[in-house]
């Protein structure tokens, strides 16, 4: 017969013992003596404990000055884990001192800036401990003062956090002031994160909780009331790793992290981070070349507290995990980061959580104003700004949606999901970008400008103000004077608008790019320094470019090995999408065409290409895979039939396709494309495209139509439905290696399932997906649909037909 388990509260207790043997440590000390000085200076003197492990003394930090601190002094990154005066940097020259009051710390002129503030007892002498705690005692050896019981924003083996003792994250990753967040434990025995009144001291909006209040843990032990209610709480971080909230009386509350990293092996600490995540890091004391530094370490359910920080924070008041009028995205590495949407910026692009301001002309509420012709929308697919709306309509469409906000001065952005629609007026606050949030935002901008106008009242009484002096000049001089000064405006004029005209002119008519030198697009790319990929011809680069006094990331595409075909390509690329403006069309921004460098510069893709996206190790959510293949076939009809000439794109592949911030679909790389005349439906080139994705006629000597670009988009198309590349010989089956084959078969023999095998999200209407794609693969060009029809059959405006057999049409030859 089987024993019965333990109770839960003796395995606890069994946890709790195990604990406390690894966490008794010797300790050992260098005292320090009353009088002893640091002075804040370059590569200056600074206290450390006997193992060297820690150090106490001034770090310089940027240009801004000294911060008297601890940081871990065996490792490159001096990681800084306490500090004094955070608040107010001092200058070089600075100086801390020991005195029997306690320590000192003056800035260069001698004003008291900081003091460890004992009073009552005299301090005999000072100690950094190798667990990186500062110590002041008295002659009796008892500590006076501590900065374990001073914590700033992060937690060490062997500290404690006490009732209503808190971690205040930082201000940003190099601004060591304080920040925007709080981890508090609470009188009741509640861990919480805040969100601060910035720039205030008081808790805003709590975000995360370890719900272990008191009728929290009575559940768990079914202890009485009354051995609670009297009962201390404090927050433990022991030599084994472990993070855990346990009661005066011993017992274990809640298990933060169990990560079990022994001390003696690792440097560990848990942070409150600036972005307002709670993290566990080690870093391994026998640093080998194959260490990667300071590793997040976590073993419950995810790798920080909260795990989507984006999503955590939905605060009435306040501006969420970004700035006002931005939005927060949760990256591949569990970190958040924040955007403005498109024609929105920065306000401070080195401080991107202060948010985001509007890059044109409000809507005017003029009675007699006449603008909101001026403005239309920017959708965002499972984006919104909660919180912030002051007006909902229910049974409505998305049509109405638009109209309600066109019509609304006030505002400035519709949610719309389900049927409903809610405004929202600035400022937009806790923005964010996710999955599960549904629906769509459609962001209210101006059409004629996407930059503030440079027109209005003050550019008016500037060009009065120019009429009034050469007017002036003109009347208070003499004929002559008059002649000759017109004569020079003239000609000035002239030049100007010739000098215009040969700057705009120099490469190509009637575009509306700007062009560079290549001494600053070298200078933008740090070197070209930074790699995004790269393809036969060309390798494409990060940089950065001022545009109207606002730093914004760019790709520079650098054509390499310049050659006849090379050149082709470049001007192709430049002619065909420099005439083109669509949301699913990645902007070509200009050029450089100087002597013999040839460079492209791109708005820059956050997400990267869909091929990563599509191929990596995570498999994409069934409705972001389709929203990315509406959102490609609607760039293909613009090119094919909305565009002012019709274009072949001729190389549409995963790798050509780039994501924005929302995951939003965009066709580039148009270095292969071809543009047809106005009176041509068909042209006659050499191959061109991608093996596996190039249509059959483009093998027969057969005139190509748009149709080449169905056939890529089809053979695409079932790459998202599958999740898989289109012709992949490490499968069970050699009937799966082809996948437009395999796809058929499947749908043949009414197997569909087979085709997203465990993924219970695309069994609903992935029939109709696949119809589509086949319908696009036909080896005859004309059975194939135009990918206006085929945008129809997506958006489920018309119905979808039973494709034939994609071969039959080689079959019938």
């Not at 310089?60 to 990681?79: C, D, S, V």
């Not at 070089?92 to 001698?110: I, M, N, P």
């Not at 601004?175 to 994160?193: A, C």
């Amino acid at each position: 017969m089987a024993l019965p388990p333990p109770p839960p509260y003796i395995i606890y207790f069994f946890l709790l013992f195990i604990m406390l043997i690894c966490s008794s440590t010797a300790q050992t000390q260098r005292n320090i003596s009353l009088g002893s000085p640091l002075t804040a200076a370059k590569n200056g003197l600074f206290w450390e404990s006997p193992s060297g492990d820690f150090a106490f003394g001034f770090q310089q930090i940027g240009k801004g000055g000294f911060l008297l601190a601890i940081w871990f002094n065996k490792i490159p990154e001096r990681t800084i884990v306490w500090s004094a005066n955070r608040e107010n940097l001092v200058q070089e020259g600075s100086k801390v001192e020991l005195t029997k009051l306690g320590l000192v710390l003056e800035d260069s002129k001698g004003n008291q800036i900081w003091a460890s503030g004992i009073s009552g007892i005299d301090v005999a002498y000072g100690a950094m401990l190798d667990t990186g705690n500062l110590v002041l005692a008295n002659n009796n050896s008892a500590n006076l003062w501590e900065s374990f019981n001073k914590p700033t924003d992060t937690l060490l083996v062997g500290q404690t956090l006490s009732q209503n003792m808190k971690l205040v994250a930082r201000y940003s990753e190099t601004n060591y002031s304080s920040g925007r967040y709080h981890f508090i434990l609470q009188s009741d025995g509640n861990l919480v994160l805040y969100t601060r009144t910035f720039p205030l001291d008081t808790p805003n909006f709590p975000y995360w909780e370890s719900s272990t209040q008191n009728s929290g843990f009575q559940l768990i032990f079914n202890q009485s009331e009354s051995s609670t209610q009297n009962s201390g709480f404090q927050l433990i971080f022991n030599q084994s790793g472990y993070i855990y909230l346990e009661a005066k009386n011993g017992t274990i509350l809640d298990m933060l992290t169990s990560n079990n990293n022994a001390a003696q092996d690792f440097y560990q600490r848990a942070i409150l981070e600036y972005d307002g995540v709670l993290r566990q890091y080690v870093y391994p004391k026998k640093n080998d070349r194959s260490s990667s530094g300071w590793n997040m370490t976590w073993t419950q359910s995810s790798t920080s507290i909260p795990s989507n920080i984006c999503l955590a924070i939905r605060e009435g008041r306040g501006s969420g995990a970004c700035g006002y009028n931005s939005y927060c995205v949760l990256g591949n590495d569990q970190r958040p980061s924040c955007h403005c949407p498109n024609s929105y910026t920065f306000i401070d692009p080195s401080d991107k959580m202060k948010g985001c301001k509007q890059a044109f002309e409000a809507q005017s509420c003029d009675e007699d104003s006449r603008d909101a012709d001026d403005f239309d929308f920017i959708s965002m697919e499972n984006t919104d700004w909660p919180e912030t709306d002051y007006e909902k309509f229910q049974m409505v469409n998305e049509d109405f949606c638009r109209r309600a906000c066109l019509g609304d001065c006030f505002c400035v952005l519709v949610f719309f999901r389900d049927g409903r629609c809610w405004k929202k007026g600035h400022p937009l606050s806790n923005g964010r970008v996710d999955p599960s949030l549904g629906g769509k935002a459609l962001i209210k901008i101006r059409i004629n400008n996407s930059t503030l106008k440079t027109g209005g009242t003050n550019s008016k009484k500037k060009d009065q103000s120019t009429l009034v002096l050469v007017g002036s000049v003109l009347l208070s001089s003499s004929v002559f004077m008059n002649v000759l000064l017109a004569a020079a405006i003239f000609v000035l004029f002239r030049f100007r608008q010739k000098s215009k005209v040969i700057k705009q002119n120099q490469f190509l008519p009637d575009m509306n790019l700007q062009t560079f030198t290549y001494a600053k697009l070298e200078k933008a790319t740090n070197g070209f320094k930074e790699l995004l990929g790269r393809g036969s011809f060309a390798g494409v680069f990060k940089g950065v470019l001022s545009f109207d006094n606002c730093e914004c990331l760019v790709a520079v595409k650098k054509l390499e090995h310049m050659v006849k075909e090379n050149e082709q390509e470049f001007k192709a690329e430049v002619i065909t999408i420099g005439c083109t403006n669509h949301k699913n069309l990645v902007r070509l921004i200009g050029f450089c065409n100087e002597g013999m460098h040839r460079l492209l510069i791109y708005e820059y893709m956050s997400n990267g290409s869909l091929a990563s996206f599509l191929f990596g190790q995570l498999k994409p959510k069934w409705h972001q895979r389709m929203h990315i293949a509406l959102g490609i076939a609607r760039g293909l009809f613009y090119l094919h039939e909305e565009c002012s000439t019709q274009i072949l794109h001729c190389d549409i592949k995963p790798q050509n396709i780039l994501l924005d911030d929302s995951y939003t679909a965009r066709i580039s790389d148009f270095g292969l494309a071809k543009i047809l005349k106005p009176d041509q439906t068909r042209t006659t080139t050499g191959i061109r495209g991608t093996k596996g994705y190039v249509a059959p006629e483009w093998f027969r000597n057969m005139p190509v139509t748009v149709k080449v670009d169905v056939y890529s988009y089809g053979i695409l198309l079932l790459e998202l439905i599958c999740c898989r590349k289109n012709v992949e010989e490490d499968v069970k089956d050699d009937a799966q290696i082809i996948l437009a084959d395999w796809a058929y078969d499947c749908y043949a023999d009414g197997k569909l399932d087979f085709l997203v095998e465990n993924d219970d999200e695309a069994s609903q209407d992935m029939e109709k997906y696949v119809m589509v794609a086949l319908w696009c693969i036909q080896e005859d060009p004309l059975l194939r649909p135009t990918m206006k029809k085929v945008t129809l059959m997506l958006e489920g405006t018309i119905e979808v037909s039973v494709p034939p057999d994609p071969t039959s049409f080689i079959s019938s030859i």
